[in-house]
């Protein structure tokens, strides 16, 4: 039995930040209904690699649901979402502001059809002048205090390459859901649960707002910066925490030959020595922290002048042995080709009716109880049958003329 055995969710979701949040209640047991329109979620046909058939970008978030159509703008198709709606414990969707209210499906209304519904919604934006503005990954970085703080101190802002704005989103909407679950165990009502992906940015970004009001107090030495404003700078590989780190070139030279090194205080002599300067150790302007956080850039370039003549793996190895924390920097391909992430369940090969296989990211979330299989993204309708005709008890002639006017 998985965790939400027996929980339905109408997942009226498309692109990304809605169906990542769907995917995971799929993965951890609820019954997903992906409601599509007819022409099906658009991303069905973006960035294809393969003509004809359902690209990546929606297989990799669309596992374990299944499918249905509908056209939501028929009085008949109404009326089988309101069934729909009435079986269901959660609907989740993420169009622009007020879009399900149009339907004629207000909270209000939704609430008269199921009082035990957790009606989810992701949206840009709160409540204010931002509401209506149209929401997109990046712009949502770039609005919540991603972009602002990613690059270099002389470079413009920055994307990152975590989609935090949409599946960062995703994944607080999740947490919003199984929350509003539990609470309906004691209350018997559901409730509305909204995350905005501005909201969502800005709660992963929390350290640079801890900055920005530590500025008041002056300069941020563990920034490498040498200026300061008003605001919090831009540090590029700094991780501007406790603990000073930085990316330090690793051979052949290549884009992602590069290990991320930190340095602990009692790291620095196990350190000072691995780099052929045990003197550093000892000398009162090398050996605490306090004396190296005016010079952070040069020592990284010390220990840059190491690594340089290492592969990334060899100088894991030798900093591993001496406790030291640090990465390598992992390229999407050696990430796709990692056995353990592999043996972990963290990158899955998927088999389609359509495609074939294909690899996609696993279940981040272990439960020891409930195991996650992943299973492929369903074909646009492919469960019409079993929901409209074996659950809503239509008769299969009357699904045949549905399809015929359109409603289906």
């Known amino acids: 039995m998985s965790a939400l055995d027996g929980i339905r969710v109408l997942d009226m979701t498309h692109v990304q930040s809605g169906p990542s949040a ?87 209304r939704l609430q008269e059809l199921n009082p035990r519904l957790v009606y989810a919604s992701i949206k840009g934006f709160g409540e204010g002048p931002y509401t209506h503005y149209k929401a997109y990954e990046v712009v949502a970085q770039a609005m919540g205090g991603s972009m602002t703080s990613t690059g270099f101190e002389d470079g413009p802002p920055l994307a990152t390459g975590a989609q935090i704005g949409d599946s960062g989103t995703g994944i607080h909407a999740v947490a919003g859901i199984l929350a509003a679950l539990v609470q309906r165990t004691s209350t018997g009502r559901g409730q509305r649960v909204t995350v905005a992906m501005q909201h969502a940015v800005l ?41 000073p780190g930085w990316a330090v070139k690793c051979s052949p030279g290549g884009p992602n030959d590069y290990i991320y090194v930190i340095v602990q205080p009692p790291g620095w002599a196990p350190i000072a020595k691995l780099i052929g300067r045990p003197e550093l150790a000892e000398d009162p302007e090398w050996s605490t922290p306090a004396a190296r956080l005016p010079k952070l850039d040069k020592m990284f370039q010390l220990i840059e002048e190491w ?32 056995a ?49 005709v074996r659950e809503l008890g239509l008769a299969p002639e009357r699904l045949a003329e549905l399809k015929t006017q359109g409603v289906i």
Not at 216 to 225: I, K, R, S, T
Request: contains cysteine.
């Open 340 to 388: 353990s992430l592999a043996d972990n369940n963290m990158v899955v090969t998927v088999d389609h009716p359509e495609r074939g296989s294909f690899k996609t990211v696993g279940c981040p979330i272990k439960l020891s109880d409930s195991p996650v299989k992943v299973e492929t993204s369903p074909l646009l309708g492919q469960h019409n049958e079993d929901v409209y």
């Open 307 to 338: 690594s340089s003549r290492l592969t990334k793996w060899d100088a894991l190895a030798e900093l591993n042995a001496l406790n030291v924390p640090c990465g390598p920097i992992l390229s999407t391909k050696e990430l796709i080709e990692d």
């Open 203 to 243: 709660n992963l970004c929390r350290v640079k707002l801890r900055d920005q009001q530590r500025l008041v107090h002056g300069p941020l030495a563990e920034y490498p910066n040498e200026q300061f404003t008003d605001e919090v700078p831009r540090s590029g590989n700094a991780s501007g925490g406790g603990q």
């Open 22 to 108: 769907t995917q995971i209640l799929a993965w951890l047991g609820a019954d997903v209904v992906k409601l599509e329109a007819p022409t099906g979620d658009i991303t069905r046909q973006q960035l294809r690699d393969v003509p004809d058939v359902d690209s990546l970008y929606f297989t990799m978030l669309n596992c374990n649901k299944r499918s249905i159509t509908l056209n939501m703008k028929s009085e008949e198709g109404k009326q089988l979402f309101i069934e729909m709606v009435q079986k269901a414990d959660v609907l989740v969707e993420n169009f622009g502001p007020g879009a399900v209210d149009r339907m004629g499906f207000t909270w209000d």
